[in-house]
């Protein structure tokens, strides 16, 4: 069992901020860093996935980047808006078949 | 959407019954895990595959036992149900395994089972 932790575990913010959060995993054997945005009674839905050190990856006001030397990975959101509130997790991958999967971040953006 | 479908969506049983569960995936990816989510733990791996007949165990596999007869359909048994085993079961697909190191290893949910044990 590999230990992914996300900080912090949740996050009010107000419509219009830019905001960011951590997650920490083993900087041993990595393989890939997965980021999902989760919202309530739905699925988790894949934002990104990171394989290299320094990798920075774009989706709309979402942006992640990834240091597999120290073993984090930020997930940035841009001017956020009341939809962007989910819970986002990331999951981490060293060898074989699992992903570990942190607890995730919870978001709400209130206008 | 990836083509994923789990059944049923809601379940209530009582302790000690069996009880199966169904995930159906029209993309033809090789992987397919099961997870269970409960509060202060996020997404737990149960049961994987990789592939018809090929399986095996994750996290938290006690109580649970799994099988793929064929491609499109993982089905994730409880021999006999405990309270402990209430809980949202998700099922996930990819394309390739996690280690793979490309975009084809992300996973693709269900929408999930909810599970009540009495």
């Known amino acids: 069992i590999l230990n992914v932790e996300q900080s912090p575990q949740s996050l009010h913010v107000q419509e219009g901020d830019s905001t960011n959060f951590t997650c920490s995993f083993p900087s041993s054997n990595f393989y890939a860093l997965h980021w999902y945005r989760w919202e309530t009674a739905k699925s988790p839905e894949a934002l990104f ?3 290299l050190n320094g990798d920075e990856k774009k989706k709309g006001r979402i942006s992640a980047t990834l240091n597999t030397k120290e073993g984090y990975s930020y997930l940035y959101i841009k001017g956020s ?6 819970t986002y997790l990331c999951a981490f991958s060293n060898s074989g078949y699992a992903l570990n999967f942190g607890k995730g971040t919870s978001l709400l953006v209130t206008p | 959407d990836a083509g994923i479908t789990q059944s049923p969506r809601h379940k209530v049983t009582e302790t ?3 009880v199966t569960l169904r995930c159906h995936q029209t993309e033809n990816h090789r992987y397919m895990y099961w997870y269970r989510q409960d509060p202060g733990h996020g997404l737990r791996l149960i049961h994987y595959s990789y592939g018809v007949k ?15 007869s064929k491609t499109e359909d993982f089905l994730l048994t409880l021999e006999s149900a405990t309270s402990s085993q209430t ?3 998700f099922c996930a697909i990819s394309e390739s395994a996690p280690t793979s190191g490309r975009n084809q290893e992300t996973q693709y949910f269900g929408p999930g089972t909810r599970l009540l044990v009495l």
């Open chain 1, 49 to 51: 996935v990171m394989t």
């Open chain 1, 81 to 86: 808006q009341p939809e962007d509130s989910a």
């Open chain 2, 16 to 18: 000690g019954t069996p």
């Open chain 2, 54 to 68: 090929d399986t095996d165990k994750g996290e938290v596999s006690d109580g649970y036992s799994v099988s793929r």
């Open chain 2, 87 to 89: 809980s949202v079961y």
